[in-house]
């Protein structure tokens, strides 16, 4: 199994510029995630999705969008990209399971860098 | 407001010797407790989780944390630090009743000395 994976690892835009990331997990995974990673700030949730077709904001929402169309794979993008969003990008996943005790299981990273 | 507070930037610690690295949180209800260590260039790897019973719970790589209720804390901790558990330490909580919303501190950087 490859777990989680991501792609692209690293990519550089310019102020306005779109992209996508991609997310992709072979586990059968019900719940998937996106974070951010900053500096002395941990983690911040910005979408997730419980299940193939549906999505829902997190804590840090504004200036991305997310997609689930097929339960394997959760694309998040950005349409048009701010010095703000500099930061390295987080996809993960967890089983489903009403109680939340469930671990979740993370992707390398996407370390984005906008100019 | 629901928070985790890693109260310590950095650890140091000599090979050989106990670690222990910090976590107190601020949730309300019974939270679920967790903690992650990422290495270099990697994502987040799952370590140790309380969810209910013994208050001792032991994970991956030797490591165990201690769950205390009254003072709301989580401490990770190992008996004999290796060179090798050197990285960044997550500590993160779910609330019981909080959905999918997972809160994580903001992180211990472990360094073993040899």
């Known amino acids: 199994n490859a777990g989680v994976t991501q792609t692209p690892k690293f990519r550089v835009l310019k102020t306005g510029q779109s992209m996508t990331l991609l997310c992709a997990q072979d586990m059968n995974h019900e719940y998937m995630y996106w974070y951010r990673q900053d500096p002395g700030m941990g983690l911040r949730l910005i979408h997730y999705s419980v299940g193939e077709g549906t999505t829902a904001k997190g804590e840090v929402p504004d200036g991305y969008n997310v997609s689930r169309l097929k339960k394997q794979n959760f694309l998040l993008g950005l349409e048009s990209a701010a010095p703000s969003q500099t930061s390295v990008y987080f996809c993960a996943s967890s089983p489903s399971g009403t109680s939340g005790s469930n671990e979740q299981f993370f992707g390398p990273g996407t370390r984005l860098t906008v100019l | 407001a629901q928070s985790v507070a890693q109260p310590e930037d950095q650890v140091n610690v000599a090979e050989g010797n106990p670690l222990t690295v910090k976590c107190t949180y601020s949730?309300?209800?019974?939270?679920?407790l967790f903690w992650y260590v990422q290495y270099p260039n990697r994502g987040l790897q799952f370590l140790l989780k309380y969810i209910t019973g013994d208050n001792l719970v032991k994970g991956s790589y030797g490591f165990e944390a201690e769950f205390n209720k009254s003072q709301t804390s989580f401490h990770l901790k190992k008996p004999s630090a290796l060179v090798s558990d050197s990285a960044l330490y997550f500590c993160a909580v779910r609330p019981y009743t909080g959905g999918f919303k997972t809160i994580f501190g903001a992180g211990t950087r472990l360094f073993v000395k040899a």
């Open positions: 949730v309300s209800g019974n939270p679920y």
